[in-house]
C-alpha cells in the first residue's frame, strides 16, 4: 500500500511537467509539422478515418487522427490510435513519447509513467526519451538522476523544448541560482514560448536577491500559471519586496485560495495577505476586494478560502467584508462549523446582533460540540441574552454603539430561544 501511495503521488508530479505541452498531430520525418489548433471539422475526420481504413499501418494519419480526436475531447479514441501507432512503428521513440503526452493529458498520470520506463528500456540514447525520463525521476525526487538524464539529452539534442527549463528546475533546487538563470535565459531565446522558463528564471532572480528584475518574468508565469501555489507566492513576495503592495494583493489572495483547506489554516499565506492589506488604504482594499476576490475563485473555487481571508479580513478591522466572504464561503460549505462560529463573533462583536449571533453559535455548536471555544461562547451569549434587561453594563455599552440588524442568506436550522 504504501509503495502503492508513494505511486500515485509521483504520477501526479509528473503531471506538472506536462503543462507546456499540447499533443500535436504530426508527420513523421522530415516535414513534421504541428496540426491546426483550430478544432477539425467533420470532413478531415473522415478524411484520417478512411486513410487508416485503407492503410492500417499509415502511422502519419494515425498521429494526425489521434490529435484530432484530443482536439475534440475525445482521449479514448485518441489513445486508440496512438497504441496503433506504437504497434504500427514499435521502433520510433516520438511515438511513444506522443503516447506519454496523451496519458498525461487524459489524466492517467501513472500509465504514462510506465510507457516512460518501458520506453528507456527501449530506447536508453533516445534524446527526447531521456528529457522524459528526466521528468520522470524529478517526479519521484530523485534530483541526481533527473540532473543526469537531462545533460545526457542537452549533449544529444540541444533544442529540445523544455530541457533548458527542466535542468533549470535542478539547479534551483540545489540552490544554483546563477546556473538556472542562464539556462531559463537560454530556454526563453530558443523558445520564448515555454511559460515555464519564465518561472525558473524568476525564481533564480529571487534567489539572486534581484527582486525588481524577477518582476517581469514573474508577470508572465503567475499569468500562465496563476493556480500553482508557489508562483503566486513569490510574484506577492517579489511585489511586497518592491514595495507594489496593490499588485501584490491578487497574487497574494491566490497563494491563500491555493493553501487553504476545512481542516487547518496556513498561517504563512494568511500573514501575507494580512501584511500586503496593512499597506493598502481601506478605501481601496473595499473598492477592489470583492472583484478581486472573485476572480480568483473561478480560477480555482475553494470554500475554505472565503473563511480564511474572512478572519484575516477582522484582523485589519474590515469586518464588513469579513462578514461578505463568510457569507460566500457558507454557500459553499453551509455546516462548516467554524465559518458560522467566526460569522457569529462579527454580527456579536460588530453589529451587536446578538440574536443573529446566537443562532449561528447554536448551530455551530450543534455542528461542532467538541469545539471547546464554539460552547464557550454560545453558552456565555445565550446566557448574557437571557438576562439583557437587567445587565446595566451591556445596555450602557450597546447605548453607545447601536446594534445593525443582520440578515442571514441562508438556512440557520437551529434557532435561539
Same mark, same amino acid.
Given at each position: 500500500? @504504501?509503495?502503492?501511495? /508513494?505511486?500515485? *503521488?509521483?504520477?501526479? &508530479?509528473?503531471?506538472? =511537467?506536462?503543462?507546456?505541452?499540447? #499533443? %500535436? ?82 489524466? @492517467?498520470?501513472?500509465? /504514462?509513467?510506465? *510507457?516512460?520506463?518501458? &520506453?528507456?528500456?527501449? =530506447?536508453?540514447?533516445?534524446?527526447? #526519451? %531521456? ?287
Amino acid at each position: 500500500m @504504501r509503495k502503492l501511495n /508513494a505511486l500515485s *503521488l509521483a504520477a501526479a &508530479a509528473l503531471a506538472v =511537467f506536462f503543462a507546456p505541452y499540447t #499533443v %500535436l498531430a504530426v508527420s513523421l520525418g522530415h516535414d513534421d509539422r504541428p496540426a491546426v489548433e483550430e478544432k477539425p471539422d467533420q470532413k478531415t475526420l473522415n478524411r484520417l478515418a478512411e486513410a487508416v481504413e485503407k492503410n492500417p499501418n499509415d502511422v502519419s494519419a494515425r498521429c494526425e487522427l489521434g490529435a484530432c480526436y484530443d482536439q475534440l475531447a475525445l482521449p479514448d479514441l485518441a489513445r486508440e490510435q496512438y497504441k496503433a501507432a506504437i504497434q504500427a512503428a514499435p521502433n520510433n521513440p516520438h511515438l511513444w513519447m506522443l503516447r506519454v503526452k496523451q496519458e498525461l493529458k487524459a489524466g @492517467r498520470s501513472e500509465v /504514462a509513467m510506465h *510507457l516512460i520506463e518501458s &520506453a528507456h528500456d527501449r =530506447f536508453a540514447d533516445d534524446p527526447e #526519451v %531521456l528529457f522524459w525520463y528526466g521528468n520522470y525521476f524529478a517526479a519521484k525526487s530523485k534530483i541526481d538522476d533527473a540532473a543526469f538524464a537531462y545533460n545526457m539529452a542537452l549533449q544529444k539534442n540541444a533544442d529540445i523544448e523544455g530541457l533548458r527549463a527542466a535542468l533549470g528546475e535542478v539547479c534551483l533546487d540545489k540552490m544554483r541560482y546563477g546556473d538556472a538563470l542562464n539556462l531559463a535565459n537560454q530556454e526563453i531565446k530558443l523558445h520564448p514560448q515555454f511559460w515555464l522558463a519564465y518561472k525558473v528564471k524568476a525564481f533564480a532572480l529571487m534567489g539572486l536577491r534581484r527582486p525588481e528584475e524577477a518582476l517581469i518574468p514573474l508577470r508572465v508565469a503567475y499569468a500562465n500559471y496563476p493556480s500553482k501555489a508557489m508562483v503566486a507566492r513569490t510574484y506577492a513576495r517579489a511585489c511586497m519586496w518592491c514595495g507594489l503592495y496593490q499588485e501584490a494583493l491578487t497574487p497574494a489572495l491566490m497563494f491563500l485560495n491555493c493553501s487553504s483547506n476545512l481542516t487547518s489554516n496556513d498561517l504563512v499565506a494568511k500573514q501575507m495577505v494580512l501584511a500586503v492589506l496593512e499597506h493598502l488604504p481601506k478605501s481601496l482594499v473595499e473598492k477592489e476586494l470583492p472583484a478581486l476576490s472573485a476572480s480568483v475563485q473561478k480560477i480555482k473555487p475553494n470554500a475554505a478560502y472565503y473563511f480564511a481571508l474572512g478572519d484575516t479580513l477582522d484582523h485589519v478591522d474590515l469586518n464588513d467584508l469579513a462578514i461578505s466572504q463568510y457569507y460566500a464561503g457558507l454557500q459553499m460549505e453551509p455546516n462548516f462549523a467554524r465559518g458560522l462560529f467566526r460569522l457569529g463573533k462579527d454580527f456579536e462583536q460588530e453589529r451587536r446582533d446578538y440574536k443573529a449571533a446566537l443562532m449561528l453559535y447554536a448551530q455551530a455548536n450543534h455542528l461542532a460540540p467538541q469545539d471547546p471555544e464554539i460552547a464557550s461562547y454560545f453558552l456565555r451569549l445565550g446566557r448574557r441574552y437571557k438576562n439583557r434587561d437587567n445587565d446595566l453594563a451591556w445596555q450602557l455599552k450597546d447605548s453607545m454603539q447601536p446594534s445593525i440588524p443582520s440578515v442571514i442568506p441562508f438556512d440557520v436550522k437551529i434557532n435561539a430561544k
